[in-house]
């Protein structure tokens, strides 16, 4: 019989490894091997090489904790386990409102592909990404075993044309587009590697969908393994056929897979390519979108947020409150977009600085609660120092975190006060009324 007040444990292996995928393999696929070959040239795939065995480490810190702390707050609540409720909260809060500004990029980055290779306007754009987000909201309305499987279908079809578009470069792969190896010099690889770092991030956000796995142990740790593993090699394989066709130097950095896949289709291969697209950011809103509503829930049933998110469905069990503020913010930042109030550059930097202080929370909380495993303890630690490497480089971005913290005691103190407020008597109050109270 089904619980009416809580989640439902609907999701299996397949679906668990489908939303890492997604989560982890965003828009960044399409554009980052051709930006890292132009910085470092062919040295930018020993940078890959690094990336691809260090994502191992990075996904495994999440996964165990999701194991053994299974809980729709995810990085919220292994942070409040570790370092108490008022910091999980906070660390919630940072997850929470990386996605109002993340889901919309991500949409108009899948949607500006598609409109690319049609020749439509920011009007199409615009449409466009409001589907990619409605489809992302309404199958987390549905439930999680539900999204769990379009995102099987998505992650599917990704996978066929990166495979395909690798398949597609063999031909056109020759030895001198390797030479000179290092044309730029040896630390431009290191430089490739800091900009590849944003590729393997997304790991966290599935670990909010834990309490809604079937087997948590199961789906966490091995389903986190298996994703790492197909996602280094995707990655991998298209950066080396970046940097064996030259890709990025004839049809540009930004646009290289859109010309590996164009030289055997023709025209088709563009409409192919923004297809793609669309699937990749599509896979991804599914999960940030399912992650997000997951730690609204959460937090507001610990009294953290406003009451009504933790509004379940009473069809689905799913948290429609927390959805339909999604929606809302959803709405206001693609008006903002669409009246040239703030451009997709200035978006995406919002949500940098408050994502990866979510990772940091996860692993210093992952650094204590794991110390029965070394293992455990050892990647957390390598995941911590990767992480808060990159902080400093947020630049700007981070007053966004900075205004949620403020925003976050605000509301603690508001709340408070009127907890303080009910009970304390009014003026002239009997005393018995007042011990009553007490």
Not at 208 to 236: T, W
């Amino acid at each position: 019989m089904k619980k009416m007040n809580s989640l439902q444990r609907n999701i299996g292996m397949p679906q668990a490894i489908a939303l890492y995928i997604g989560a982890v393999l965003g828009s960044g696929v399409l554009i980052v091997p051709g930006l890292a070959a132009e910085i470092a040239g062919p040295a930018s795939l020993l940078a890959w090489g690094f990336m691809t065995l260090l994502i191992l480490p990075l996904a495994l810190s999440m996964g165990l904790l999701s194991a053994k702390y299974p809980n729709a707050g995810g990085v919220s609540h292994f942070v409040t386990l570790a370092f108490g409720p008022r910091a999980g909260a906070l660390a919630g809060w940072f997850f929470l409102m990386s996605v109002p500004v993340g889901g919309p990029v991500a949409a108009l980055t899948g949607a500006g592909y598609m409109s690319a290779a049609m020749g439509w306007g920011d009007n199409a754009r615009i449409a466009m990404a409001a589907a990619m987000l409605g489809v992302g909201l309404v199958t987390n309305w549905i439930g999680m075993q539900m999204a769990g499987k379009v995102q099987i279908a998505v992650v599917i079809a990704i996978v066929a044309v990166l495979v395909f578009s690798f398949a597609a470069a063999l031909p056109r792969m020759e030895a001198v587009h390797f030479t000179p190896f290092a044309p730029h010099g040896w630390m431009s690889a290191l430089q490739a590697a800091a900009i590849l770092f944003w590729c393997f991030i997304g790991w966290e956000a599935v670990s909010h969908l834990s309490e809604e796995f079937k087997d948590p142990q199961r789906a966490a740790v091995k389903g986190v393994a298996v994703a790492a593993i197909i996602v280094g090699i995707l990655y991998f394989l298209s950066a080396l056929a970046t940097v064996g066709t030259q890709s990025y130097l004839r049809g540009g950095a930004d646009s290289s897979l859109v010309w590996i896949i164009s030289q055997p289709l023709g025209s088709w291969g563009g409409f192919i390519a923004g297809l793609t697209g669309l699937f990749i950011c599509t896979a991804t809103i599914i999960a940030y979108a399912g992650a997000a509503s997951r730690v609204a829930y959460a937090l507001a049933r610990q009294g953290y947020a406003p009451k009504w998110m933790s509004r379940l469905s009473s069809r689905y069990q799913t948290p429609t409150g927390a959805i339909g503020f999604l929606l809302i913010c959803f709405a206001a930042v693609l008006f903002l977009y669409g009246s040239g109030l703030l451009s997709i550059t200035t978006l995406i930097q919002f949500p940098n600085a408050t994502f990866i202080l979510t990772y940091i929370g996860g692993c210093a909380a992952g650094i204590r609660l794991l110390k029965g495993s070394r293992l455990g303890v050892a990647i957390s630690w390598i995941s911590f120092a990767a992480t808060a490497a990159v902080f400093p480089f947020t630049g700007w971005a981070i007053g966004y975190p900075l205004l949620i913290t403020a925003l976050f005691f605000l509301i603690v103190h508001t709340a408070a006060s009127r907890k303080n407020a009910h009970q304390e008597p009014a003026p002239g109050e009997p005393q018995e009324v007042k011990q009553k109270a007490l």
